[in-house]
C-alpha cells in the first residue's frame, strides 16, 4: 500500500460570485425603499367608492338550432325569424358583445341558416359561428 509523501493543499472556497450577490441584493433593497418613501411624499388623496362586488360575467353565447324544416329555436324554445330577431336585438341592448352560435341540420337546405344569419345581423350581432362536427376517419 503506497503511503502519501506530501501534503495536499486545504481547498480554498471563492467569495467573489456569492459576496457579487449580496451586493446586488443590498442595491435593489436600497433603491426600493428609495420609491416607497417617493410613493408616501405625494400629496394626493386616492377617491374611496363603496363595495360594489363582482361584475357580472358575460352571458354565454346564444344557441340558435335551425332544423331540416326551417323551424327555428333560441335556447330550446321555438321562435320565428321575426321572433329571433326581436329577442336578440333585446338581449344585445343589455350587453353589447352578446354572441350567437347557429347550429344547422345537415340534412336541411343552407337557406335556413342563411335566413337565421341574416336575423342574427340585423338583431346587430357581431360575434356569430356556425357549428360543425369533426368527421371520424374510420378506416
Do not use: W
Not at 416607497?36 to 344557441?63: S, W, Y
Amino acid at each position: 500500500m503506497p503511503l502519501k509523501t506530501h501534503q495536499d493543499e486545504a481547498p480554498s472556497l471563492n467569495l467573489t460570485s456569492m459576496i457579487d450577490v449580496v451586493f446586488l441584493l443590498i442595491i435593489f433593497f436600497m433603491v426600493g425603499t428609495k420609491f416607497t418613501e417617493m410613493e408616501r411624499k405625494i400629496a394626493l388623496q386616492v377617491p374611496q367608492v363603496n363595495d360594489a362586488g363582482a361584475l357580472a360575467p358575460a352571458p354565454e353565447k346564444f344557441v340558435v338550432n335551425v332544423y331540416s324544416d326551417g323551424r327555428l329555436s333560441l335556447d330550446r324554445e321555438m321562435v320565428t325569424l321575426e321572433q329571433l330577431s326581436a329577442r336578440l336585438a333585446q338581449a344585445r341592448s343589455e350587453y353589447e358583445g352578446l354572441g350567437v352560435i347557429v347550429r344547422g341540420d345537415a340534412d336541411g337546405a343552407f337557406q335556413h341558416v342563411a335566413e337565421a344569419l341574416n336575423a342574427c345581423r340585423q338583431a346587430g350581432i357581431a360575434e356569430m359561428g356556425i357549428s360543425v362536427r369533426l368527421a371520424r376517419n374510420d378506416p
